[in-house]
């Protein structure tokens, strides 16, 4: 047994070309979706975050009885038993909810795990001073001040040292996980794990993949939508131009896993 899981969080079907989408660029999932399973009346159980990694790994809904929140006792876990019949599973991820009080107990199920930090205000660079943000049309509720723990101010702090593609969570997800596949390809019985948070909030990429869309946004910066929606149709034509573009980022990505 040789496996693959790759994991996109919030990535939306509408926005992407196997699903009927003409504007986004990723010819990737168009590669994919050509010699894969497509998946036309398939229904989601809970939404992204920890309730989907929770039915993920027992294959029973989780929102019938319980939200946001860790593998219960008595869950039986899809990677943890593939480790226990002699597979070895291996999880490399982005995604700093693994790792944080209340939801961090799904990375111990498998053989071993790799952390990448850096994303949505991960608390990974140290920041005394305020980090420099930029005139913005709306601070997103609930990512401020205590509760969350200021997830918007490390953000900004983290992005100082996001700059370059290289630098980018998503592309050291990928790196390690072609790592992964370059080392172990001729070994038999392995499950990997390639897991990045992007596409989710905040919607944070290069230039060229933001230049592929027709943006004419002339307002404060704005990537991190949150809530309700009551922006202006200019903002919201703003913000799905910016899913977009970290869409675009996530296809590549998969292109260099399609290329191994």
Not at 31 to 47: C, P
Not at 156 to 180: H, L
Not at 229 to 238: K, R, T, W
């Amino acid at each position: 047994m040789k496996a693959i899981i790759l994991l996109f969080d919030s990535l939306n079907k509408n926005y992407l070309p196997p699903y009927g989408d003409l504007l986004t660029k990723a010819p990737n999932f168009q590669r994919l979706a050509a010699h894969a399973a497509t998946f036309d009346n398939s229904y989601v159980g809970s939404m992204p975050c920890m309730p989907a990694r929770r039915e993920l790994h027992t294959g029973r809904y989780n929102f019938l009885h319980r939200e946001w929140g860790p593998l219960e006792p008595f869950d039986d876990s899809m990677p943890e038993l593939l480790k226990k019949a002699g597979i070895y599973t291996h999880l490399i991820s982005d995604h700093l909810h693994y790792w944080e009080d209340g939801g961090g107990n799904y990375h111990n199920r498998y053989s071993s795990w790799d952390v990448v930090r850096g994303q949505e205000g991960d608390h990974w660079k140290a920041s005394v001073g305020e980090p420099p943000i930029p005139e913005v049309l709306r601070v997103p509720q609930k990512q401020t001040g205590g509760g969350v723990s200021g997830l918007w101010r490390h953000d900004w702090a983290n992005r100082e040292y996001i700059q370059q593609e290289a630098d980018f969570p998503q592309t050291k997800v990928f790196d390690a996980g072609c790592d992964f596949i370059h080392k172990n390809h001729a070994e038999d019985n392995w499950l990997l794990q390639v897991e990045t948070f992007d596409p989710h909030e905040p919607f944070y990429t290069t230039e060229e993949y933001l230049s592929l869309y027709d943006d004419e946004w002339q307002g404060p910066h704005y990537d991190w939508p949150r809530g309700k929606v009551s922006e202006s149709e200019e903002a919201i034509a703003h913000i799905r131009c910016r899913y977009r573009a970290l869409v675009s980022m996530c296809d590549r990505n998969l292109g260099r896993i399609l290329d191994l």
